[in-house]
């Protein structure tokens, strides 16, 4: 799409790799909507850093992803303040490291909330506009765990599983309507995310955090080096321009080799 600045949405973004999207598309000059569960002067940090060298507006919209009405609410919200959404990235999510027997079940729930069933909102929300418009970008952040599994994680694979199913019929669905809806699989990255799972891990195993780190956290990614989330948001930009149009339907992954084995 060219000649009108674009609309995006980040979901979960005032941290981690949800913050490095926004902060690269506030600088290619989209308009930005950052959100997260937070009240909006705890994520006062992450939108003066998301603000810096934007050219389009930044703003904030708070909603709890575990609530299926916020979740749809959110986007109507989006599109009333800008005018409409030409690129959802559906990014929120959260962890819990336990064998499945003693997963509770309402962490169960609570995960699958926020990490698949809002995307199914949020999604079905923004698809109406897109369509209409001819051009649409929907980015869902998956992970590695999505196409492979690790003990202790089933609520987290399950909905990683989920989400790539969900974009390859998305996909299918507004295939000829200008509409691209692709995953990306990021192995191991360092955020927030990952910190509380080593102190997670190292409680579950009984091993210190640098024993997790090296021996569970690195150990599956053979470059044995962290992913930085700018990566993750150089992906995004890419699949938003130009020469992405042809590519759907897909599971990228920037796992330092992980899903190679
Ligand atoms: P993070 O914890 O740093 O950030 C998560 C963001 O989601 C925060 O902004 C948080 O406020 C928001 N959030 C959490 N619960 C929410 C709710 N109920 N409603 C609205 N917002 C909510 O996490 P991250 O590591 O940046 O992860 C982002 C995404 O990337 C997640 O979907 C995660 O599964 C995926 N991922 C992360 C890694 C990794 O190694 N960090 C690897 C693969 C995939």
Redesign the pocket.
Known sequence: MSGQTQRALV?????????SIARRFARMGFDVAV????NEPEANTALREISEGADGQVRYFR????DPAQSFGLVEQVIAAFGGLDILVN?????KVAPVESLPAADWDRILA??LD?SFHTIRAAIPGMVARGWGRIIN?????GLRASPFKSA?VAT?HGIIGLTKTVALEVAERGVTVNAI??????????A?QVADQAKVHGISEDAVIRDIILAPQPTRQF?Q?EEIAEMAAYLCGPLARSITGTAISIDGGWTAK
Not at 11 to 19: A, E, H, N, R, V
Not at 63 to 66: K, P
Not at 141 to 145: F, L
């Open positions: 979901t979960g973004s005032t941290s981690g790799i949800g913050l959100n997260s569960h937070e909603a709890d992803l575990a990014n929120a999510g959260v962890q926020i990490s809002s952040i998956a992970s590695a765990h987290y990683k699989c990021p192995g191991y990255v360092w955020t927030p995310l990952v509380q992913v989330p």
